[in-house]
């Protein structure tokens, strides 16, 4: 919020309870008046005005007339503290009250300085309209009872006609006072208000600040154990092969030197041969993991190169399906294949197979044994493909979290591998001026939609930004 | 004649125990996991001498195979080496019952010198 707005709410709140606080101290004050308007009535009227009235007459009028004028201030005050309307009422009543109370001494000038007295408590709802309401209302008074029945105002039966404006004058000469202080006291609270909203301004922009700084920190909390998390399985993806490689160059060297061992050529033959092929395997394995975890930081620093060429998408796709047909069978899937013939592309041959290649792999390690769907269609100016499993599905909540990297389905069991391959993916495929997505339902399986330009615009980059650090 | 169960996930690691273990010139039979190991063991007429189990596998983890195979077979006297990199899950496979641990990367020194303390000395 603007500062200038903040102070203006505050010093208009401060001004409500200012209102209401002064309509209180006069619903008070209007009782005590009352009592007093009575216990005048009783014991100086009769002095006053001698046999001019009878003494029942005054006590009925400061009881009747008293209450007249008192009790829709008091009402008011009680009930609506804080209006408008409240503190007019109680500018009103309260010369009317001064005037009653003036009648009942017998007009005695003294019982004038009520009116003075008055004035400045109104001085304090610092509102100069209540002023002018009480200054006309004693005007009046004066004028009207001074035409008629000069006695009750001026205590003498012929005054002066121009006595009511004298004493108007005189209020006159009070109420610019109390009016200026009104304004000195309003610039006051007014720069109280402001001074206040700066330190609400501020306490509200560093509050602002540490949420700030608290979420930073969290992110950064995450970035670390997740960063750390990968770099345990990493380990672990690490240390598989190199213990088996290492096992086996152990045994090699015993079975070549053991003397003491007499195992047949042959044997130690297929043996070797054996040994060589998995020594093989081993090496692609890491080969393959130092592979993703390179295309893991050139995507995230947005350095993926793709380099296009002329690739026929259909043979792409099925060359991909036929070499993993073998581990499906193992895994107890079957391939069932929709593909449409002969459609043509110019996409980064060795990136796209690694998409799919991971897609079919994925959904062959999710399946659950269960039959997979891979179809592949032209839609427009895009080859779509689609992978489909019916396995153990993806809850909706881990939805958008499969191309983030380091993710994988949380299981209770392991499952080999970092946790990079949907990301890498996603990569590849952005940077080719495409799209991937995910629908899954847990339980029954997830399909991922491929979307591939056919003619992608070459070298484009993508990945998300680093991390902060 | 005593054999050797490998439950291992890694086909690289597990063809190569067994091969290892064949060529000292004992019976081996090789699991995938822990789930396979279970209908194994329950199914085999001869129960092997000592199982070799991998801590981390999918399907059923070495954890897992621990209770599962004390609440399935809580006579059985089978010696079980827990194989692991990780030293709590080696401590946790220990309390879970196994009776012994082999520190992965597995050294050679190591997994014969565990094999003679459970008789199985080189032929």
Redesign the interface.
Known sequence: MNVHRLAENIFREHERKIHARTDRLFAALMIVQYFAGILAAVFISPSSWGYATSPSHDLRIAILLGALILALPITLALFYPGRVVTRHAIAIGQMLDSALLIHLSGGRIETHFHIFGSLAFLGFYRDWRVLVTASFVIAFDHYYRGMHWPLSVYGVSQPEPWRWIEHTAWILFEVVFIILASRQSLREMREIALRRAYVEQVAIERGRDIQALEDTKKKLHDTLESKNDFLSMC??EL??????L???A??AR??VAGDRRK?PPE?LWD?TK??ME?TE??ITRLLRLVQDLLDHSRIQMGQLPIFPERVDATALIRDVIERYREQAKQAGSTLKLNIQEGMAAYWDRFRVEQVITNLISNAIKYGEGKQIEVELYQAGEHARVLVRDHGMGIAEDDLERVFRQFERIR??????GLGLGLYISKGIVESHGGKIQCESTLGEGSTFILELPFHCTANAVSGEAPVPA | MKSILVIE??E??R???V??LK?LGHPVDAAFDGEKALRYLAAAKDQPSLILLDM??????GL?FLSEYAKSSPASEIPIIAMT?DSKLLKLALESGAHGGIR?????ED?MATLARYGFEEK
Request: hydrophobic share 40%; proline share 8%.
């Open positions: 380990g672990h240390k598989t092969p190199l213990t088996s290492h096992l086996q152990q045994i015993r079975l195992v044997r043996i054996k040994f998995q395997n081993q299981t209770k069991s392991y499952i080999p | 996930d890694d690289d690691i063809s190569v125990l091969e290892f060529s981390m596998m999918p399907i059923m983890d897992t990199a992965k990367p597995m050294d050679l997994l």
